[in-house]
């Protein structure tokens, strides 16, 4: 519970729950039951039994479930004439008294499985008008939740006096949304979940791409802003419903969370507070609520603004440039106070010091970052620059140019430098800019982003960099692929693999950075040692430091790798041997060999020649940074040419695949893909082109009378 949304916290009061899942949900889009959905209700239903809370399920499906099977049961008796001629539907009455005693029989079934009791009610809208009944209702609940079996409620349309085809919503109840509701208030419930096959309530229809998911509503202000949309595909109520019944039970005093039924989880998340689908609280008008932006406002805000950066002259965008890296130098004793506050924050949590390593801003390091911020300001203005002049034909002039790519979605970890790297290039760039930083370096980040933000002129507007400050807006950011260009990750393997399989928006990073040395036969022993103990020491904790030590066999045979691995002992590195090193050297065997320690650490392993190090480097590594250390030049020329990495280094350490140190002012991260950029990314990486053509009223006509002459000017001048 230590990680319970504010807005959630009422949760952890809640011991009795109703949960009501609608006909969308229970069925598939042709009609038929949604067996696996249905699968994972029931066994979040059991755990949360087992775990002592008291379990209410109230169910629609019956009247769908019922016509599928008169259907079936019609095809299997119909002639070939009658198949020929149109037929009336069935009565929703008649479909309910068939699916009722099918749709519990699946119920019972499963929870069977799932060692679950499980009961039936059936009631109507009428029966509620007797104070007698509801008394009994209540104390049969009670007697069952008692029991640990859980009751089943369904409205019994069967013998209901509602109009046919349902269109009647007057009485107590009139769907099983406000049976839901009717029953959380009838039944003293501690919350109400409604499923839904949406995420929660949206501003709008879901489908359109302009809709916000609610996450809290409040009545004053949302109940005249939201746009319905259709109502449910097959059931009879719909968001309207679910909204209806959710405020009728929300005033009530009894908590609603509307969340999608979909997934797998959603009902243990919602009790374990976490912040998904739309709450509806009594008192969500009273709670101090941060004002939170939507993903998309934050989204659009930040392409405005790099619009209006966009049409400034270079001068003036220098200048944001250096006026930024004033005040990071001004603010310095602040940001580092609030960086202090995160590092005692870290380590009272426990975390690794790895972590720890990457958050520190050490001594030194905002000079640092303002010099490389001055450094991108004074280079050549990147935008605009034109690639290729073509004169098409006589008086008609094609440019390609550079131009931003628009907006930049950067997710990254531990790290509060990298964020004023990537805002500073985001500037130089003129693209918009949306940051997540890791929790660890929330105070950290915050400090920063008002710094630079500040900064900005209002002729440009700080919006230009939003931080985002909850996980939770994740999600919801990485679905705008109308609005978001491109995604960054920096992070871990498990960080970039998760954004990579959520988004449409085309992805750049790398997931590991598993770097190898390769000491070659004819290596200079001494600059091997240093190399060595850079790549793995200068930085353990960076993508660029070495994970992996590759040696030729020869140095083996003939004693010289003892140095090295001395050397490396006695600077507090722990060894781990592949399969031959572990025999050879006595070292404990590492479990893979595809691996990033980002510490103190390393594998070390033999191998026979350069090609076996190629071929390792091949099948082990992540496509981040080799390094080959040899005298032999043609070895060198055979390892630069095959290794098929971001960057592969001869003589030098892996560290210095960085991009200030290649020049590029700074980076935004280290790109181990193919397409677009690759190795570290600058300035460079984060634009696109784009063609001006230039005429004097030419117009195709089909080719009539046009003379292509398609001369390079570029080249010509």
Not at 190 to 205: C, N, T
Not at 527 to 534: F, G, L, N, Q, W
Not at 644 to 669: K, P, Q
Request: glycine fraction near 8%; charge should be negative; charged fraction near 25%.
């Amino acid at each position: 519970m230590d990680t319970v949304d504010p807005t959630r916290a009422f949760v952890k009061n809640v011991k009795r729950i109703i949960v009501k899942v609608g006909t969308a949900v229970v069925t598939r889009g042709d009609g038929r039951l949604a067996l696996g959905r249905l699968g994972s209700l029931c066994e979040q239903l059991k755990d949360i039994n087992s775990q002592g809370y008291e379990v209410i399920l109230v169910t629609s499906g019956a009247v769908g479930l019922g016509r599928q099977r008169l259907r079936y049961r019609r095809l299997a008796n119909s002639s070939f004439a009658d198949l020929q001629n149109p037929q009336n539907d069935f009565d929703g009455k008649a479909c309910a008294a068939v699916g009722q005693s099918s749709l519990m029989a699946l119920y019972d079934a499963m929870f069977s499985q799932l060692d679950v009791t499980s009961s039936q009610l059936l009631v109507t809208d009428s029966v509620f008008r007797d104070e007698a009944f509801r008394k009994q209702l209540s104390e049969t609940v009670k007697s069952l939740l008692k029991l640990r079996v859980i009751p089943i409620f369904n409205e019994n349309d069967a013998v209901s006096t509602r109009k046919a085809p349902y269109e009647d919503s007057s009485g107590i109840f009139w769907d099983n949304d406000s049976l839901a509701g009717l029953l959380a208030l009838e039944l003293k419930a501690d919350l109400l979940v409604l499923l839904s096959d949406v995420e929660g309530l949206y501003s709008g229809p879901p489908t359109d791409p302009k809709s916000k998911l609610i996450r809290t509503y409040v009545k004053e202000k949302h109940h005249g802003e939201i746009t319905f949309g259709d109502k449910s595909r097959v059931g009879r109520g719909g968001m309207t419903a679910k909204v209806n019944a959710a405020v009728c039970a929300a005033y009530g005093g009894i908590p609603v969370v509307i969340t999608s039924g979909y997934a797998n989880d959603n009902i243990i998340k919602v009790l374990q507070g976490e912040r998904i689908g739309t709450v509806f609280h009594q008192d969500a008008h009273l709670w101090t609520l941060v004002k939170e932006e939507c993903a998309r406002d934050l989204a659009f805000s930040a392409r405005e603004c790099s619009r209006k950066l966009r049409a400034l002259n270079s001068q003036d965008r220098r200048q944001i440039l250096l006026d930024v890296a004033d005040a990071l130098e001004a603010n310095e004793s602040d940001i580092l106070a609030e960086n202090e506050a995160d590092i005692a924050a870290a380590q009272e949590a426990g975390y690794d010091m790895a972590l720890i390593a990457r958050l520190a801003l050490k001594p030194g390091k905002i000079s640092a970052l303002a010099k490389s911020m001055r450094q991108l300001a004074d280079m050549e203005e990147p935008i605009g620059q034109v690639l290729q002049k073509t004169e098409v034909a006589d008086g008609l002039v094609l440019e390609k140019v550079t131009c931003p790519l628009g907006v930049l979605l950067v997710v990254f970890e531990s790290r509060p430098d990298a964020l004023v790297q990537i805002a500073s290039l985001a500037i130089q760039s003129r693209n918009g800019l949306l940051l997540k930083g890791g929790k660890e370096a929330k105070r950290s980040n915050a400090i920063l982003h008002k710094v630079i933000t500040k900064a900005i002129p209002d002729t440009v507007g700080g919006e230009l960099i939003g931080l985002v400050t909850s996980r939770d807006d994740i999600p919801d950011l990485l679905k705008l692929d109308d609005v978001i260009d491109l995604v960054i990750p920096r992070g871990s393997n498990k960080l970039v693999s998760q954004i990579k399989e959520s988004t449409k928006i085309p992805v750049l990073g790398h997931a590991d950075g598993i770097c190898h040395v390769y000491i070659d036969k004819s290596a200079n022993l001494e600059m091997a040692k240093r190399i060595v103990h850079d790549a793995k020491t200068d930085y353990p904790a960076a993508c660029n430091a070495m994970e992996t030590l590759l040696v030729h066999q020869d140095l083996f045979n003939n004693g010289q790798l003892n140095e090295i691995i001395t050397q490396l002992r006695e600077s507090g590195v722990t060894l781990y041997g592949g399969p031959h090193a572990a025999v050879l050297l006595n070292l404990s065997e590492t479990t893979t060999l595809h691996h990033e320690y980002s510490s103190m650490a390393c594998t070390v392993e033999i191998v026979d020649d350069v090609h076996a190090a190629v071929d390792h480097v091949h099948v082990y590594g992540s496509g981040h940074t080799e390094c080959i250390v040899t005298e032999d030049h043609e070895v060198a020329e055979y390892f630069l040419s095959q290794v098929d990495s971001a960057a592969v280094f001869h003589n030098a350490s892996t560290r210095f695949c960085d991009g200030a140190r290649f020049g590029l002012g700074a980076e935004v991260g280290i790109s181990t893909s193919r397409i677009h950029a690759r190795g570290p990314v600058g300035v460079e990486g984060l634009l696109t082109t784009r063609w001006t053509l230039r005429g004097n009223g030419q117009i195709v006509d089909g080719d009539n009378g046009v003379e292509y002459t398609h001369k390079n000017l570029l080249q010509s001048s």
